[in-house]
């Protein structure tokens, strides 16, 4: 007798590659492949944030990273929930194309607790990692300057994470509206238990020491920022994620 399987949850990822990524007037996304960045949003969003003086958005073709750069804080997929919530449901990406979160305060201090990585790009940012672009993929390049000081209190970044998060948010909410059967690559992923037999759980331990040595997690958008909780007030408490929680993006470290 075969043995028994229980599906609890079904993920679809949807991928939609971008073939052309260009500096423009407004910022947009199309599904035939075609990006446009632009520093439409920069100022409304520095304004918006009590600890940002100025935000800078550039875009980095592929090959272009001898340049200099502040200390990176992250390194963001653009994605986005079309249905059902983290973990399961559909969910669309774009491959081709990654936000990098920088930081520096207007006395020049860089946003980091123990090390920094401020310099040339292409010393500081190694390629074809997980989670880092690849050869041959666009940067978008989110750089925030803080308020004096605010680089190494915990308002500060947060507050950079939180301006990135609404610039990408215009990317996703036209992400969401992309039909499914124009992606380029789809992978699905299944949660299943098999009754009687061993059970697996993989403990990773997370930041949660404060300013960037934080955490979120559960935010409404793969990898995102709106609706999540930090870690640190979560009380540094154990926290149960499915599978494919953590494929969906559940976790948003704040490094």
Known sequence: MADEVK?????????????????????DITVDGKMTVSNELAEELAASEEFIEKIDIQLIKPGEHDRWTNTIMDIIPISTKVLGKLGEGITHTVTGVYVMLT???????????????????????????????????????????????MGQERPGPTAAHRACDKFIQRYRDKLKKFKGEKCTERHEYHDVVRPGKKRVLIVRQVAGQGAMYDTHLFSKEPSGVEGGRSIIDMGNMPILITPNEYRDGIIRSMQ
């Open 103 to 149: 930081g520096v305060d207007v006395d020049g201090k860089q946003c980091h607790e123990f090390g920094s990585s401020e310099g040339n790009l292409k010393e500081q940012l190694y390629l074809n990692r997980a989670g880092t672009p690849g050869d041959n993929d666009y940067i978008i390049s989110f750089d925030v300057t803080l308020t004096s000081g």
């Open 7 to 27: 599906d609890l949850r079904r993920l679809v990822i949807k991928a939609f590659h971008m073939n052309e990524v260009v500096w423009g007037e407004s910022d």
